[in-house]
C-alpha cells in the first residue's frame, strides 16, 4: 500500500521548492487521515498527480463562512473553488476575490457588481453580467447560466485581463479529478519547473 504521509511529506518539500507555502490554519494530517480512510483498493487506484491535487485544492480553497456568504483566502499562492456553486448570485463576486488573493499587488480588482436582471434562476439559463475594475480600466463579462455551474469561458476572460496588465505572468489551472477548479498566477518558467518537479503539466489559456 502507498505511504501516504511520506508521499505528502515529499511533496509538501516540493511544493515549497516552488515558493507554495502550507497555510498555517491548514491540517495536512486532516488530509492524509481522510485519504488512508478510503478503502485500500481506492487509494491503490489513485495516481501520484490526483494526490497532490487534492492537496494543492486544499490549499487554495481558503475559508468560508456561509451565514454571510464571505470568503477569505488562506494562500496566497494558489486559489481553488468549486465550479457548482453555493450562492449563484455572488459566484463571480468570490473568483475574482479570489484572483485577487494570487496575483497581491500585481492587480486591483474594485467595483465588483453582479447583474443577474436576465437570470432565469427557475430554469438555470439566461446571462449574468459581471462588472468590475482592474488597475483603474473597466471590464464586463457576460457569464452563460447553467443553473449553478460556473461558466468556464470567465477564466479565458480572466487572464486576457491580466494579459493586459503586461507583468509576465498568466493563469495556469489544474483540476482535482472531481469540480473543483485550481489557480495559479505565475511565469511560464515556473509552470515548467512545476512539470519537472511534480510531474504533470498545468492547463494554460494560451490562443
Known amino acids: 500500500m502507498m505511504d501516504v504521509e511520506n508521499f505528502m511529506t515529499v511533496n509538501i518539500k516540493k511544493l515549497e521548492t516552488l515558493g507554495i507555502t502550507i497555510p498555517e490554519e491548514l491540517n495536512v494530517s486532516q488530509i492524509t487521515e481522510g485519504i488512508l480512510n478510503m478503502p485500500e483498493e481506492v487509494i491503490e487506484s489513485m495516481e501520484e498527480s490526483h494526490l497532490i491535487v487534492m492537496l494543492l485544492s486544499n490549499i487554495g480553497y481558503g475559508k468560508y463562512d456561509f451565514t454571510d456568504w464571505s470568503w ?43 447583474d443577474c436582471e436576465k437570470v432565469d434562476f427557475e430554469k438555470g439559463c439566461g446571462l449574468q453580467t459581471i462588472r468590475f475594475q482592474c488597475n483603474g480600466k473597466s471590464y464586463q463579462y457576460n457569464a452563460s447560466v447553467n443553473y449553478d455551474w460556473f461558466d468556464t469561458g470567465m477564466l479565458s476572460f480572466m487572464d486576457q485581463v491580466i494579459k493586459e496588465q503586461n507583468t509576465g505572468k498568466s493563469l495556469y489551472a489544474a483540476s482535482d479529478g472531481y469540480q473543483n477548479c485550481i489557480l495559479f498566477y505565475q511565469t511560464k518558467e515556473w509552470s515548467g519547473q512545476f512539470y519537472e518537479l511534480m510531474g504533470f503539466e498545468l492547463d494554460s489559456f494560451n490562443s
Open 72 to 114: 477569505e483566502p488562506l494562500s496566497e499562492q494558489i486559489y481553488s473553488f468549486d465550479m457548482e456553486a453555493v450562492n449563484t448570485s455572488s459566484i463571480y463576486t468570490m473568483f475574482l476575490q479570489g484572483i485577487q488573493a494570487i496575483t497581491g499587488d500585481d492587480l486591483n480588482i474594485t467595483d465588483i457588481s453582479e
